[in-house]
């Protein structure tokens, strides 16, 4: 019996594409089924493929069952982009702002269409510069010049600034050196002549513009501004802040607007200060916007039934549209997280005073009122603009602990009466959840814990306590009935969606789940169960982290959008963030229609908001949110760095976590540091980097490293302000044939084991993401 043949990629089909274009014609389905030997279950795969291909326009469909290939790289009608540089015709150049050329290739280059061709038009494009982020009408091109899309500028987004940020390093002389903060700059400094250095002192932050560039040698650089100093590690979130452009200062017309707000009256409000709800955050949490509480239903036709009321500060009845607050909150799109501090979306007065839900004060809220069956599905709900006053605060650890039988002073009163009611309400629930199934990945969050001076202590796993479940599955009912309430009211909003994985992503994981012996079952419709099928079989083995790592990856991003195409992960047809409007700006703009929707106040959504206004808005929150967690993953990558700096020399176990052409990526155990193993270093061969079985291979000894293999290492290399880690292998690799991939025998941890010892300026790559 033959073997299968298999699946072509993505690429390989737009190359045949592209081919055929080349040669003068078009390519039928059957021609490319027959090119690549798929028949049966293959063409049904191919055609699902080809779907997606033509909805990203990367081919055209002409309706006569030919294929006609567009350029690669296709881009959504409107774009987020950064102006790069000037071509030699001086027009502006710029690329997509979020890319990840490991994933997507090279990034599409865009022609900036002149302003004065729009002189005539009422609406004429802003002036646009080097540097600035700008929101873009794309209209594709055929190949002009090499650009593949050129963009009119709706909207500039944020002036440039110098983005080259570094370290200063004073020199005798006067002038100074520039040590980059970015991985793939290590090792390429820059000099700064006397005279240019803005009077920074050594250790400052500082921003620069480069002069002079060349391929061999430093570069010239110029200070532009300086930033402060990092000399402890509590300023290294400065770093991520800076260089991803987040603003951390409020203007004194939005400071003083917050002032200047006062308490919000009880007209128009339903006076619930009666209702005992209350709030369950982590411990050191200083705003608390979200009050749940539940009963049993008294409506004899609800047997078994709850009544689940969540109630959310209202910030809408603070932050109008078109004032101050409302504006610096929508360039800030959502608080930031950092170690040593937070960013946040609004100032303290709106967060931490008035919008926090504080026991025993009274508070204005937005509150929906679930009425569960006891299958956990919803009978009805209802939303009502109250006045509420907390019954109690508590920490999930506090309530968990309650639940269990193990109250303290503050919980003693209000278990048998508040928790163990939200308790049942939630294995009701729970139920309806479990017959939805979700996608359940099992991924533990690392959590730093800081000293006094700023520097890592420890890091820690926190425990996931059934308290932190109870008010999750709260805010999702929640955020669905927000959803469907607007819907039904023929209401703008934003949505929160995620697509389903591409299929290339789905292969790449068949490849993975292929090489510990774990065959992806083919389905016609991708689902979340059939993820979580995956992640049962291999419960508890040893590949349980690295396989749910794998699955997380495998996953589309989500995004806030205007018009709905639903929630895959959580396996919802309409689903909108409505729980947390102090530090997502989505949240407040539900709240607002909602609040229109129910006649409910005149500061709700304007009724003269359009759906390309709110197109452009999740844009921007959605490009706010990819920035955020850049800049919080890059900043515990440096403190981690910092941690480690000091330990250069010892040894460490982990995990392959990624391959490529360049070198290994490995996630130690325990603290989860991410660091990379250059190719070069990897033993006295030339290896090979086998794509299909993530593999790097040596051709004459056949030893290898597969993604996912456990190793020993040692750290040789720690830069601390660029988050970098650089180790050597300690341990031996797998065998096989030289020149094949498949099954490979493990040999077990050698130490003391001798290889090359080069620098970070010779690893190339990048760091694999993850994407939620």
């Given at each position: 019996?033959?073997?299968?043949?298999?699946?072509?990629?993505?690429e390989?089909?737009?190359?045949?594409?592209e081919?055929?274009?080349?040669?003068?014609?078009?390519?039928?389905?059957r021609?490319?089924?027959?090119?690549?030997?798929?028949?049966?279950?293959?063409?049904?795969?191919?055609?699902r493929?080809l779907?997606?291909?033509?909805?990203?326009?990367?081919?055209?469909?002409p309706?006569?069952?030919?294929?006609?290939?567009?350029p690669?790289?296709?881009?959504?009608?409107?774009?987020?982009?950064?102006i790069?540089?000037?071509?030699?015709?001086?027009?502006?150049?710029a690329?997509p702002?979020?890319?990840?050329?490991?994933?997507?290739?090279?990034?599409?280059?865009?022609?900036?269409e002149?302003?004065?061709?729009?002189?005539?038009?009422?609406?004429?494009a802003?002036?646009?510069?080097?540097?600035?982020?700008?929101?873009?009408?794309?209209t594709?091109?055929?190949?002009?010049?090499?650009?593949?899309?050129?963009?009119?500028?709706?909207?500039?987004?944020?002036?440039?600034?110098?983005q080259?940020?570094?370290i200063f390093r004073?020199?005798?002389?006067g002038?100074?050196?520039?040590?980059?903060?970015?991985?793939?700059?290590?090792?390429?400094e820059?000099?700064?002549?006397?005279?240019r250095?803005?009077?920074?002192q050594?250790?400052?932050?500082?921003?620069?513009?480069?002069?002079?560039?060349t391929?061999?040698?430093?570069?010239?650089?110029?200070?532009?501004?300086?930033?402060?100093?990092?000399?402890?590690?509590r300023?290294?979130?400065?770093i991520a802040?800076?260089a991803?452009?987040?603003?951390?200062?409020f203007?004194?017309?939005?400071?003083?607007?917050?002032?200047?707000?006062?308490?919000?009256?009880?007209?128009?409000?339903e006076?619930?200060?009666?209702?005992?709800?209350?709030?369950i955050?982590?411990?050191?949490a200083?705003?608390?916007?979200?009050?749940v509480?539940a009963?049993p239903?008294?409506?004899?036709?609800n047997?078994?039934g709850?009544?689940?009321?969540?109630a959310?500060?209202?910030?809408?009845?603070?932050v109008?549209?078109?004032?101050s607050?409302?504006?610096?909150?929508?360039?800030?799109?959502?608080?930031?997280?950092?170690?040593?501090?937070?960013?946040?979306?609004?100032p303290?007065?709106?967060s931490n005073?008035?919008?926090s839900?504080r026991?025993g004060?009274?508070?204005?809220?937005l509150?929906?009122?679930?009425?569960?069956?006891s299958?956990?599905?919803?009978?009805?709900?209802?939303?009502?603009?109250?006045?509420?006053?907390s019954?109690a605060?508590?920490?999930?650890?506090?309530?968990?602990?309650?639940i269990?039988g193990?109250?303290?002073?503050?919980?003693?009163?209000?278990?048998?009466?508040?928790?163990?009611?939200?308790w049942a309400a939630?294995?009701?629930?729970?139920?309806?959840?479990?017959?939805?199934?979700?996608?359940?990945l099992d991924?533990?969050?690392?959590?730093?814990?800081?000293?006094?001076?700023?520097a890592?202590?420890?890091?820690?796993?926190?425990?996931?306590?059934?308290?932190?479940?109870?008010?999750?599955?709260?805010?999702?009912?929640?955020?669905?009935?927000?959803?469907?309430?607007l819907?039904k009211?023929?209401?703008?909003?934003?949505?929160?969606?995620h697509?389903?994985?591409?299929?290339?992503?789905?292969r790449?994981?068949?490849?993975?789940?292929a090489?510990i012996g774990?065959k992806?079952?083919?389905?016609?419709?991708?689902?979340p169960?059939?993820f979580?099928?995956?992640?049962?079989?291999?419960?508890?083995?040893?590949?349980e982290?690295?396989?749910?790592?794998?699955?997380?990856?495998?996953?589309?991003?989500?995004?806030?959008?205007?018009e709905?195409?639903?929630?895959?992960?959580?396996?919802?047809?309409?689903?909108?963030?409505?729980?947390?409007?102090?530090?997502?700006?989505?949240?407040?703009i539900?709240?607002?229609?909602l609040?229109?929707?129910?006649?409910?106040?005149?500061?709700?959504?304007?009724?003269?908001?359009?759906?390309?206004?709110?197109r452009e808005?999740s844009?921007?929150?959605s490009?706010?949110e990819?920035?955020?967690?850049?800049?919080e993953r890059?900043?515990?990558?440096?403190?981690?760095?910092?941690?480690?700096?000091?330990?250069?020399?010892?040894?460490?176990d982990?995990r392959?976590?990624?391959v490529?052409?360049?070198?290994l990526?490995?996630?130690?155990d325990?603290?989860g540091a991410?660091?990379f193993?250059?190719?070069?270093?990897?033993?006295a061969?030339?290896?090979?980097?086998?794509e299909?079985?993530h593999?790097?291979?040596?051709?004459?000894?056949?030893?290898s490293?597969r993604?996912?293999d456990?190793?020993?290492?040692?750290l040789?290399?720690?830069?601390?302000?660029?988050?970098?880690?650089r180790?050597?292998l300690?341990s031996?690799?797998?065998?096989?044939t030289?020149?094949r991939?498949g099954?490979?025998?493990?040999?077990?941890?050698?130490?003391?084991?001798?290889r090359a010892?080069?620098?970070f300026?010779k690893?190339?790559?990048?760091?694999?993401?993850k994407?939620?």
């Amino acid at each position: 019996m033959s073997s299968p043949v298999p699946e072509p990629s993505r690429e390989a089909i737009l190359d045949f594409i592209e081919t055929e274009r080349a040669a003068g014609r078009d390519a039928s389905r059957r021609e490319i089924a027959r090119a690549f030997g798929l028949s049966g279950g293959g063409k049904i795969w191919l055609k699902r493929l080809l779907k997606e291909i033509e909805e990203d326009q990367a081919v055209d469909a002409p309706g006569n069952g030919t294929l006609a290939a567009h350029p690669r790289g296709a881009l959504p009608p409107v774009l987020l982009s950064e102006i790069k540089s000037k071509d030699r015709d001086g027009d502006l150049v710029a690329a997509p702002l979020e890319w990840n050329e490991a994933d997507q290739g090279v990034a599409p280059r865009i022609l900036i269409e002149r302003a004065r061709e729009f002189r005539a038009k009422r609406n004429a494009a802003p002036a646009a510069g080097v540097g600035d982020q700008v929101l873009l009408k794309l209209t594709r091109l055929k190949g002009v010049d090499g650009f593949t899309y050129s963009g009119r500028v709706l909207k500039i987004m944020g002036k440039g600034k110098a983005q080259v940020l570094g370290i200063f390093r004073a020199l005798p002389d006067g002038s100074g050196r520039l040590i980059p903060i970015d991985k793939k700059a290590q090792g390429r400094e820059a000099l700064i002549p006397k005279g240019r250095t803005a009077e920074a002192q050594d250790g400052d932050l500082v921003s620069v513009t480069l002069r002079n560039e060349t391929r061999f040698g430093p570069s010239e650089a110029h200070v532009r501004e300086r930033l402060g100093s990092i000399k402890s590690e509590r300023a290294v979130s400065l770093i991520a802040i800076h260089a991803h452009g987040i603003p951390n200062v409020f203007s004194p017309a939005t400071i003083a607007e917050a002032d200047a707000v006062r308490p919000a009256g009880t007209a128009g409000r339903e006076d619930w200060r009666d209702l005992p709800l209350i709030t369950i955050d982590p411990a050191d949490a200083k705003d608390h916007d979200d009050a749940v509480h539940a009963a049993p239903d008294a409506d004899p036709d609800n047997p078994g039934g709850y009544v689940v009321t969540v109630a959310i500060a209202d910030v809408a009845a603070y932050v109008r549209p078109g004032s101050s607050l409302d504006r610096e909150a929508l360039e800030r799109g959502n608080s930031v997280y950092f170690p040593d501090r937070v960013v946040p979306m609004l100032p303290e007065r709106i967060s931490n005073d008035l919008c926090s839900l504080r026991g025993g004060e009274d508070r204005p809220a937005l509150a929906v009122r679930l009425v569960l069956k006891s299958d956990g599905s919803k009978k009805t709900h209802s939303f009502h603009r109250i006045l509420m006053r907390s019954a109690a605060k508590l920490s999930y650890q506090q309530a968990q602990a309650a639940i269990d039988g193990k109250p303290d002073e503050t919980t003693s009163p209000i278990r048998n009466t508040i928790l163990m009611p939200l308790w049942a309400a939630y294995g009701i629930a729970s139920r309806a959840r479990d017959a939805r199934q979700p996608l359940d990945l099992d991924l533990p969050e690392r959590k730093l814990v800081l000293k006094p001076d700023g520097a890592v202590d420890r890091v820690i796993v926190p425990e996931r306590l059934a308290a932190h479940k109870l008010i999750e599955e709260f805010m999702i009912l929640a955020n669905v009935a927000a959803a469907e309430t607007l819907e039904k009211a023929g209401s703008l909003l934003i949505y929160r969606c995620h697509d389903e994985p591409s299929l290339e992503k789905m292969r790449a994981l068949g490849e993975v789940l292929a090489s510990i012996g774990i065959k992806l079952p083919k389905e016609a419709a991708l689902r979340p169960v059939l993820f979580n099928r995956i992640l049962a079989m291999i419960k508890g083995s040893e590949n349980e982290l690295f396989l749910n790592e794998v699955v997380l990856r495998t996953q589309a991003q989500a995004e806030y959008v205007a018009e709905n195409y639903g929630h895959f992960g959580l396996n919802l047809r309409r689903y909108a963030h409505f729980t947390s409007p102090i530090r997502r700006y989505a949240d407040l703009i539900v709240h607002r229609a909602l609040i229109t929707a129910m006649r409910a106040g005149d500061d709700g959504l304007p009724k003269t908001t359009t759906l390309a206004e709110l197109r452009e808005v999740s844009t921007r929150i959605s490009a706010a949110e990819r920035r955020a967690m850049a800049a919080e993953r890059e900043t515990t990558d440096r403190l981690i760095a910092h941690f480690l700096a000091d330990q250069i020399g010892s040894s460490f176990d982990g995990r392959i976590g990624g391959v490529n052409r360049a070198g290994l990526f490995v996630k130690l155990d325990g603290t989860g540091a991410d660091g990379f193993i250059p190719a070069s270093t990897l033993g006295a061969d030339y290896y090979r980097y086998d794509e299909a079985a993530h593999a790097m291979i040596g051709e004459r000894s056949g030893e290898s490293w597969r993604l996912g293999d456990r190793v020993h290492v040692r750290l040789v290399e720690a830069a601390p302000v660029a988050g970098a880690l650089r180790f050597e292998l300690l341990s031996e690799g797998r065998h096989v044939t030289p020149g094949r991939s498949g099954n490979r025998s493990a040999r077990p941890p050698i130490s003391g084991r001798a290889r090359a010892k080069p620098s970070f300026g010779k690893a190339g790559g990048k760091k694999p993401g993850k994407r939620r």
